[in-house]
């Protein structure tokens, strides 16, 4: 398949179009995920936790204040004590990071594993257009990492789904997953909800801790985006499968090689289901057959 007709099929690739017509749809889509992770971890988590807090103004002391926010500047100046005074922020951030890494551009059925990433991306950046949140996420693949800083607006939002379609890559490539995560701790603020969607090969014991260590300060969910094909390879039959540049081919009689490929998808479930127990974090299974708007909206998967 060449690169116009690749460009042309919407399950191997996204337009701009594509995704801005998902606005529509988006507002089908709550982002109140903090109900379904108490739900999840018997925890009652507060819808407020984790936001940051702004300063509003500066004020005299008053008795109980806490003595960490008094204004030593102000205090200076005037003569005599003053508190900063804070208020939470109404705009929260939303990091959303997308996995296009080689892996990602392959399905059996359905579309692309990038192409689903691209999809959900856009649909919870409208979804939180709608709700005053602030927009923001990371790209990254082999060719490279890309940051967009949260930012409100549907300004923001189009630069995010710009980069969807033609992604601006710099820094290091990432062929694991500790390098994006790595960097996502450093740009998305406390207190942010992040969205990982992804396939989550490469998820080794640096990306795991790296995992740990954001959602202590920020509401991380895992979207794990996966092929019929990678859950359950058919009993019988050989298979050809390429990039384009080269071939493999493969033969489910082969049991042993089968049982291993299989078990190695298990093995990565299993994992994402405990990292998502221990952190409190809610995992969604995605699979490339249903459409990007069921999985966020939990309804049941229909095949295309």
Avoid at 7 to 31: C, E, M
Avoid at 52 to 77: C, K, N
Wanted: a positive charge; one cysteine or more.
């Amino acid at each position: 398949m060449d690169a116009q007709h690749t460009a042309d099929n919407p399950r191997v690739a996204v337009t701009l179009k594509g995704l801005v017509d998902l606005a529509k749809p988006a507002a089908a889509i709550s982002l109140g995920h903090a109900n379904i992770r108490a739900a999840q971890s018997g925890n009652y988590l507060s819808h407020l936790k984790g936001r940051g807090m702004a300063f509003d103004e500066t004020r005299l002391y008053q008795p109980g204040d806490d003595v960490r926010r008094i204004d030593w500047r102000v205090t200076a100046r005037t003569g005599k004590p003053h508190s900063k005074i804070f208020k939470e922020e109404r705009e929260r951030p939303m990091f959303i990071a997308v996995d296009y890494r080689a892996t990602m551009a392959f399905a059996t059925r359905g579309v692309f594993k990038s192409v689903q990433a691209a999809r959900l991306a856009a649909l919870l950046a409208w979804a939180a257009l709608q709700q005053g949140d602030r927009i923001g996420g990371q790209i990254f693949s082999e060719a490279g990492c890309l940051e967009l800083r949260p930012q409100t607006g549907k300004p923001a939002l189009l630069r995010f789904l710009n980069a969807l379609v033609k992604p601006a890559y710099s820094g290091d490539p990432a062929d694991q997953l500790d390098i994006p995560l790595s960097r996502l701790l450093h740009h998305a603020r406390p207190g942010s909800r992040v969205y990982i969607l992804s396939d989550f090969r490469g998820l080794n014991p640096a990306a795991e801790r790296h995992l740990t260590n954001l959602a202590k300060h920020c509401e991380v969910v895992m979207v794990h985006i996966a092929d019929p094909l990678e859950m359950r390879l058919p009993s019988k039959g050989r298979y050809r499968f390429t990039d384009g540049l080269r071939e493999i081919l493969f033969d489910s009689a082969d049991r042993q090689r089968a049982q291993s490929y299989q078990q190695q998808f298990a093995d990565r479930r299993r994992l994402l289901q405990k990292l998502s127990s221990q952190l409190h974090s809610l995992l969604i299974p995605c699979s490339t057959q249903q459409t990007a708007l069921d999985v966020l909206t939990g309804a049941r998967p229909h095949c295309r």
